[in-house]
Each structure stands twice: as C-alpha cells, then as structure tokens.
C-alpha cells in the first residue's frame, strides 16, 4: 500500500496511536489495547485518504 511508503507516516502514526492507546507499558498488549491501537491506525489511514481525494480533486 502506498500509504506506507512513508516511514515517516508510519513512524507518526505509530507513535500517536502508542500515546494515546498504552497508558501503562508491559511486556505484551492487552486485548484493549490492541483494538485501541488497531481502530486509531484504521481511523489514520480513513482520515489520510480522505484528504488525499480532496488535495487531489481541488488540483484538477
């Protein structure tokens, strides 16, 4: 996926989604937090292309 192709993206996404999602780091996720992390990457990726289309749309 283009999306990825950034690792500077990835490393920002990474990084909010750690921020926000892991309140008390441990040597494994929990089952919360693993959705947490998993719905804000979804909603990362949604929200990108989302203005992607319309940075696109107004250049033409």
Do not use: N
Not at 31 to 42: M, P
Not at 43 to 52: D, H, L, M, P, Q
């Amino acid at each position: 996926m283009a999306f990825w192709a950034t690792p500077q993206l990835l490393l920002t996404v990474r990084g909010k989604c750690f921020e926000k999602c892991i309140t008390k780091p441990g040597s494994s996720l929990s089952g919360s937090e693993s959705s947490c992390i998993s719905r804000c990457v979804e909603r990362y990726i949604e929200a990108t292309g989302i203005i992607s289309k319309a940075l696109f749309s107004a250049s033409r």
